[in-house]
């Protein structure tokens, strides 16, 4: 928000970030990757304040997703020059992780749209990477999750998706935000695949799966560990609301 004490659901959404940030950094981490939902009133004030905060307590790359509360272009303008917006295509100690843009305008659901397929398609087709392991980032959830209401604002053409990805054998995992959960799955049709949803840095939602640290209702974030040779080690992180 670009308000000082800017409240979204009722709690200081800048505080929350923050502290986020700072634990995550003490990890070490060789990427920050936020997905999406970055800026609630979509201003360029509020833009403005989130690179301020990414300056002082990230010392690794970032990458930034848009949510559908985000302003693409806005989002672009203030922090596209100094770190990475979607779509992206990114190489991170040995492991490839390529970002997409579901940020759909007037709509809670999410579309990568025909273009950025096509796009997506042609850097799937890169002969130098294409043996990577290979991580996916969007904001909206290219699966369902069973829950009605966020099942009714997925990605639209996850169809168009998964076709792209299931032959690629290099792909590891997917990622996404946008449900405000942890939650874990795969496709039938590549179970070998993590489907990783990232719980908010600001709220919960009422959760799907259990959370493996019983604290489901707290903040949190993910940590992931990936490997040149293939392997993916994860795990979810919680801690206290400001």
Not at 102 to 124: E, I
Request: proline content about 6%; some cysteine; charged content about 20%.
């Amino acid at each position: 928000m670009a308000a000082d004490q800017g409240m979204v659901r009722g709690r200081p959404a800048l505080a929350h970030f923050e502290r986020a940030l700072q634990l995550g950094g003490a990890l070490n981490p060789d990427l920050v990757l936020v997905t999406g939902d970055l800026c609630q009133d979509e201003s360029w004030g509020g833009y403005a304040r989130l690179r301020r905060a990414l300056s002082q307590h990230v010392r690794c790359s970032v990458a930034l997703l848009p949510g559908n509360h985000d302003h693409p272009m806005l989002l672009d303008a203030v922090l596209g020059r100094r770190w990475t917006t979607a779509p992206a295509d990114l190489f991170v100690q040995g492991v490839r992780v390529l970002l997409l843009s579901s940020h759909r305008v007037g709509s809670a659901a999410g579309a990568l749209g025909s273009l950025q397929l096509h796009w997506l398609a042609q850097r799937l087709q890169c002969s130098e990477r294409r043996d990577l392991p290979l991580v996916v980032a969007l904001h909206h959830p290219p699966i369902a999750i069973g829950d009605a209401g966020m099942d009714a604002i997925r990605l639209l053409d996850e169809a168009g998706l998964e076709e792209l990805l299931r032959p690629h054998r290099a792909l590891r995992a997917v990622l996404f935000g946008h449900i405000h959960q942890h939650w874990q799955g795969a496709w039938a049709t590549r179970p070998d695949v993590l489907l990783l949803g990232c719980p908010s840095t600001l709220c919960s939602f009422k959760a799907v799966q259990l959370c493996p640290l019983g604290c489901a209702d707290d903040p949190g974030g993910r940590l992931l560990d990936l490997r040149p040779d293939g392997a993916v080690h994860h795990r979810v992180l919680r801690w206290s609301s400001v």
